[in-house]
């Protein structure tokens, strides 16, 4: 009796011990997750916290985090300063067409890759995936004299047509298409059916998910891009939403009006906090459904 008595205390004992470590433990994971969230955050909140300051309070030499008087007409200067409606015209349009021909190009390219067969189809598949391990800024010379020879420099077309192709969205919507059945594909062409209706029919709308990733991300990289518009697109009528918050805010005696700036980035940077809120489980999904996890 009295062996079982110490066997229950040893157990309860130990009960004890585990749930004392278990809750240290759940205690630092989620300070550790604290800490790390303010870190990302702080940034953000600063950028709000800039916006609604006045230019002198903003250089004061202690900074305050919070604004003793809110300037929301900053907001007001900044869209009319950095005539921030064009820019976003310019942006969306170059957004959209550049998305849409991109779709075009990477359903084809992973419907080819991933169903059609033809000669050379790996070598060249892995020599464009070769070409993923390359930066991108090394293309940056020749693409420019390429668009500078067409002619194309401080237009639409320069800033759409050389990042139409992208070998990951290609990669991404292949491994897609790869998990579809091939025995859907051969009982289609049995029926006589066209690849490119085999494709609209049945391909597309099972990788949707991963369409649609393909699309948010392809519209926030358009949305984001600078060097690329900055290099060839300074004439002010095709200068992009990146572009105008460099160069808008800045007087002719050099000084920067940083709160009117930082409403500006506030106001371009909503929208991309917009799609990332009621968008991420489309992109999440998409992205594990191409069975690449991440």
Do not use: C
């Amino acid at each position: 009796m009295a062996i079982d008595t110490m066997k229950e205390r040893n157990m309860s004992d130990i009960k004890k011990s585990q749930r004392v470590v278990k809750t240290i433990v759940t205690i630092l994971v989620y300070t550790f997750l604290i800490l790390v969230a303010i870190s990302v955050l702080f940034p953000f909140y600063w950028m709000l916290n800039s916006s609604l300051k006045s230019l002198e309070e903003y250089k004061l030499t202690v900074p305050t985090f919070i604004p003793r008087s809110f300037q929301f007409t900053n907001y007001v200067d900044a869209f009319e300063t950095a005539n921030l409606g064009t820019l976003f015209i310019n942006t969306l349009f170059v957004g959209l067409v550049s998305t849409a021909l991109s779709l075009v190009i990477t359903v084809l390219a992973a419907f080819a890759f991933a169903r059609l067969e033809f000669k050379g189809k790996n070598v060249l598949f892995a020599g464009l995936l070769a070409t993923m391990m390359i930066p991108g800024e090394l293309f940056t010379i020749t693409n420019y004299q390429t668009v500078t020879h067409f002619g194309w420099l401080n237009s639409f077309t320069v800033l759409i047509i050389p990042m139409l192709v992208s070998v990951f969205y290609i990669y991404l919507l292949r491994q897609n298409f790869l998990q579809i059945p091939n025995e859907l594909y051969l009982a289609a062409k049995v029926d006589g059916t066209s690849d490119l209706k085999y494709l609209w029919k049945v391909m597309i709308p099972l990788a949707l998910p991963t369409l649609i990733s393909i699309t948010i991300l392809k519209m926030m990289g358009s949305w984001n891009a600078y060097i690329w518009p900055r290099l060839v697109a300074n004439d002010g009528t095709h200068s992009l939403i990146t572009n105008g918050l460099r160069n808008s805010f800045t007087d002719t005696s050099g000084d920067v009006n940083y709160p009117v700036q930082m409403a500006a980035v506030a106001l371009v940077s909503l929208p991309l906090f917009l799609v990332f809120i009621f968008l991420r489980k489309y992109i999440m999904k998409g992205v594990s459904r191409s069975g690449i996890k991440g």
